[in-house]
Nanobody, 124 residues
Framework: QVQLVESGGGSVQAGGSLRLSCVVS????????MGWYRQVPEKEREGVAV???????NYANSVKGRFTISQDNAKNTLYLQMHSLKPEDSAMYYC??????????????????WGQGIQVTVSS
């Protein structure tokens, strides 16, 4: 069974940086769609960054130029490097994976596998 486990969240001041990691176990992914999503209470989950099976990434407009998604297939790990964090980036961040997709976009929210989420809090 595929499991996704996020790490690297926490609290940081505005302008700071964090790197989230997501380790995929139970299967060796290589050409999957992978992504990071976030959610705050009473709002819909939104796509932050995704990377498709070709390695092409795309980002939500709100994070372009500040966040970078990457993956290390040898370590079965997905990353989200976040710089210049803002209070509005505070949310629960979720890792997602989908072996059935080849292309994916941040508006895709029906990924097959999801992590349990990790909190990111940015204070002003």
């Amino acid at each position: 069974q595929v499991q996704l486990v996020e790490s690297g969240g926490g609290s940081v001041q505005a302008g700071g940086s964090l790197r989230l990691s997501c380790v995929v176990s139970g299967n060796t992914y290589s050409r999957w769609c992978m992504g990071w999503y976030r959610q705050v209470p009473e709002k819909e989950r939104e796509g932050v960054a995704v990377i498709d099976a070709e390695g092409k990434s795309n980002y939500a407009n709100s994070v372009k130029g500040r966040f970078t998604i990457s993956q290390d297939n040898a370590k079965n790990t997905l990353y989200l490097q976040m710089h210049s964090l803002k209070p509005e980036d505070s949310a629960m961040y979720y890792c997602a994976a989908d072996p059935t997709r080849y292309y994916c976009y941040t508006h895709d929210r029906t990924f097959v596998y999801w992590g349990q989420g990790i909190q990111v809090t940015v204070s002003s």
